[in-house]
């Protein structure tokens, strides 16, 4: 079956320092792949994707590259800002068997500092 | 546009007693989805329910959760006899598409459950 597996938080990180959460997956097709951002009290958002192997999603200075070689898809911002406290979660998607029902990481907490 | 809907955001209820969560989609969608969110753990997904139809519920419980979307109304989740382990976050997602496609999933606030 499919599966996401995400490093364990929180991740705590100066405003301005440079951000990586790693992300691996495993799945039976060909999968696309998200990042969803969830602030405090509210739901998912759907932060950036990318639906074949070596493109790149970003949004909002957030990046990250779909590596098929290493089943990877770990997030990246250059300079974080207090604003970007949140929980971050890697997600799949794959057609296989005609169901796009999403398979979702557990979740990296990211809390920066001023 | 008012986005996805959800009620209550909270909801506390003790053993025994049933949880009745309520999901508006977005205007125009007729594709929703329920997931649980337990603590220090990912969303599961539990059902994606079209108007008057279940499509897929292969993650739901098979005792004690029902789920609905009725021609006129919101989306209700309904969990019978809660017990402890049914506290969690339970989020609604709404999609204009047939398929699903995860990237036109919008999630509502969720409705946080507690059982005493």
């Known amino acids: 079956g499919n599966s996401v597996t995400q490093m364990e938080g929180p991740v705590t990180l100066s405003e301005e320092a440079f951000l990586t959460i790693n992300c691996t997956y495993t799945?039976?097709?060909?999968?696309?792949l998200f990042w969803y951002v969830q602030y405090p009290g509210e739901g998912l958002q759907l932060l950036l994707k990318a639906t074949k192997a070596d493109d790149k999603g970003s949004n909002k200075g957030f990046e990250a590259t779909y590596r098929k070689e290493t089943t990877s898809f770990h997030l990246e911002k250059g300079s974080v800002q207090v604003s970007d406290s949140a929980v971050y979660f890697c997600?799949?998607?794959?057609?296989?068997?005609?169901?796009?029902?999403?398979?979702f990481g557990r979740g990296t907490s990211l809390i920066v500092h001023p | 546009n008012a986005g996805v809907m959800q009620n209550p955001r909270h909801l506390v209820r003790r053993r025994g007693q049933e949880a009745r969560l309520r999901c508006s989609p977005m205007?125009?969608?007729?594709?929703v989805y329920w997931y649980r969110q337990l603590p220090e753990e990912g969303l599961k997904f539990m059902v994606y329910?079209?108007?008057?139809?279940?499509?897929?519920e292969s993650g739901m419980p098979k005792e004690r959760f029902s789920a609905e979307f009725p021609k006129e109304g919101p989306s209700i989740l309904r969990i019978q006899q809660v017990v402890r382990g049914d506290s969690a976050a339970y989020f609604c997602?709404?999609?204009?598409?047939?398929?699903?496609?995860?990237?036109?999933?919008?999630f509502g606030p969720g409705t946080r459950l507690t059982v005493l």
């Open positions: 997602a709404s999609s204009p598409s047939p398929r699903g496609v995860t990237d036109t999933q919008y």
């Open positions: 205007k125009g969608h007729s594709h």
């Open positions: 329910l079209q108007k008057e139809n279940i499509i897929d």
């Open positions: 799945a039976t097709g060909y999968p696309s």
């Open positions: 997600a799949l998607s794959d057609s296989t068997g005609g169901s796009y029902i999403p398979t």
